[in-house]
């Protein structure tokens, strides 16, 4: 994983969205045009590489609902949806990797991991 600081070392191509964790409650939220932020990434402005940068600045200074702005790379469909460009960007659209506790899920996980343990009842 890049930190935002390396990441301005490296070079970036393409077209990219920008993307940060909002700061509430954590979830992913993209950049769009009018610099506000949605949890859609087809809602992102999708840029040239080159313009990223602006919008990356922007997004910087607003640090009150959006922490750890950063530029993903990001690829267009045939159909112009946008994907994520790579693995980390296709976890974090997706969601978590695993249930988070108060979905009422997480109990019948533990009931089945319990289970399955050597000497459970």
Known sequence: ??????????????????????????????RTMDDDWTTDIASAAVVAAPAAAALLQRAEADGIRAVGPYIAPVELAHDQRVLPGNLRERIRVAGPTFVLPGTGQECARYAEATLALPGAA
């Open 1 to 30: 994983m890049t930190s935002p600081h390396e990441q301005k070392k490296r070079r970036i191509n393409g077209t990219v969205v920008v993307t940060a964790n909002r700061l509430g409650d954590g979830a992913v939220v993209y």
